[in-house]
């Protein structure tokens, strides 16, 4: 079974307007955290936001911010204000506190941001 | 600043050659890891180091192994290349074990066998 699923391939959005990425998870540890990284066409992944289980508070780190519903098992990552140096693909990630060391992946979307 | 770096971003290889992967970082990080990334399948692990000459198979260990002989090197070898291991393979580190430790990567390897 999937434990992260991005159900949004590609998305689109006008510069300037806010856009959300999709992300739910599985896990049956209490203890886990979850993670969203970028990765533009040039190749490299760039960790943007992290939000752990136990958290309270929605992560928020400058344009973005993580909606974490814990119940839903979502963790949706929204961009305000979109740029278009924000066209990239997006990952979101989880680590279980009884995974060890490894972290496991979506499949991502991709988001084009359109002037 | 800290640093992943993969020894190639770009590399074209022949059926049956023994390939081999360089990643390099400079943070001092205990745990290494190697993945390879495919259209709608994200990331997938293929081995993991938690430190020098410890190794662990990740999800897609067939068909490759790893070396780590010093703590900042970390190398991912094809024993004998095949086409369906065409893909991009990305390194990453993390420092200890806390589960808030984001992953830093590498630029990826671009790697193509024909």
């Known amino acids: 079974a999937q434990k992260i699923t991005q159900t949004q391939p590609g998305m689109f959005v006008q510069e300037k307007e806010a856009v959300t990425l999709d992300c739910t998870y599985d896990?049956?540890?209490?203890?886990?955290?979850l993670f969203w990284y970028k990765q533009p066409s040039s190749g490299e992944m760039i960790f943007l936001i992290y939000q752990g289980s136990y958290d309270q508070q929605n992560a928020t780190e400058g344009r973005y911010s993580l909606n974490f519903q814990k119940a839903r098992k979502s963790a949706n990552l929204v961009i305000s204000a979109s740029q278009l140096g924000d066209s990239a693909m997006y990952f979101c990630?989880?680590?279980?506190?009884?995974?060890?060391?490894?972290?496991?992946f979506g499949a991502g979307t991709r988001l084009f941001v359109k002037a | 600043d800290v640093k992943v770096t993969q020894s190639s971003r770009y590399l074209v290889k022949r059926t049956g050659e023994k390939v081999f992967l360089e990643c390099v970082q400079d943070?001092?990080?205990?745990?290494m890891f190697w993945y390879r990334q495919d259209p709608g399948l994200g990331l997938r692990l293929i081995y993991f180091?938690?430190?020098?000459?410890?190794?662990e198979k990740g999800d897609i260990p067939e068909g490759y192994s790893v070396s780590r002989e010093k703590k900042e090197r970390f190398s991912l070898i094809l024993e004998s290349a095949s086409t369906n291991q065409t893909s991009m393979y990305l390194c990453?580190?993390?420092?200890?074990?806390?589960?808030?430790?984001?992953?830093?990567f590498g630029d990826g390897t671009r790697l193509s066998i024909l």
């Open positions: 943070m001092d990080h205990e745990n």
């Open positions: 896990t049956s540890d209490p203890s886990y955290g």
């Open positions: 990630a989880m680590r279980e506190n009884t995974g060890g060391f490894k972290t496991i």
């Open positions: 990453a580190s993390t420092m200890g074990q806390g589960l808030n430790q984001p992953q830093h």
């Open positions: 180091s938690y430190d020098v000459k410890m190794k």
